[in-house]
C-alpha cells in the first residue's frame, strides 16, 4: 500500500489550496479513505472522510463549508480543495486508508505540509 500526498505549499490567509493523494496497492475504490492533520506541537485531528462510493462524507467542525473532498476512482486519487484557509490551518496533511470506515486508519502517506500566513 502507498499513498502519496501532493499540492501543499504557502499561501496567504483567505487563499486557496488542492490536495491530492494517489493510491496504490490496494483497491482505492472499496475503501473509505480521509484526511488527517497536525498542526505544529499539535496532535493529530481528523479532517474529513469518505466512503468508497462517494456518497457518503463527513467534515470536522471546523473545516465545514470550506474544505471539499472528492475522490476519482479510475485514477486512484483523494482530493482535497481547501477555501478561505486561515493560519490555524498550518499543518503537516496526511491521506490514510480506512480499514473499516469506523475511523481505523491503517495506512498513512507522508504528508504535505500547508502553511498559511502572510
Known amino acids: 500500500v502507498q499513498l502519496v500526498e501532493s499540492g501543499g505549499g504557502l499561501v496567504q490567509p483567505g487563499g486557496s489550496l488542492r490536495l491530492s493523494c494517489a493510491a496504490s496497492?490496494?483497491?482505492?475504490?472499496?475503501?473509505?479513505i480521509g484526511w488527517v492533520r497536525q498542526a505544529p506541537g499539535k496532535g493529530l485531528e481528523w479532517v474529513s472522510d469518505m466512503n468508497s462510493g462517494g456518497g457518503r462524507i463527513n467534515y470536522a467542525d471546523s473545516v465545514k463549508g470550506r474544505f471539499t473532498i472528492s475522490r476519482d476512482n479510475a485514477k486512484n486519487t483523494l482530493y482535497l480543495q481547501m477555501n478561505s484557509l486561515k493560519p490555524e490551518a498550518t499543518a503537516l496533511y496526511y491521506c490514510?486508508?480506512?480499514?473499516?470506515?469506523?475511523?481505523?486508519?491503517?495506512?498513512w502517506g507522508q504528508g504535505t505540509q500547508v502553511t498559511v500566513s502572510s
Open positions: 496497492g490496494f483497491t482505492f475504490s472499496s475503501y473509505y
Open positions: 490514510a486508508k480506512d480499514l473499516s470506515g469506523w475511523g481505523e486508519y491503517d495506512f
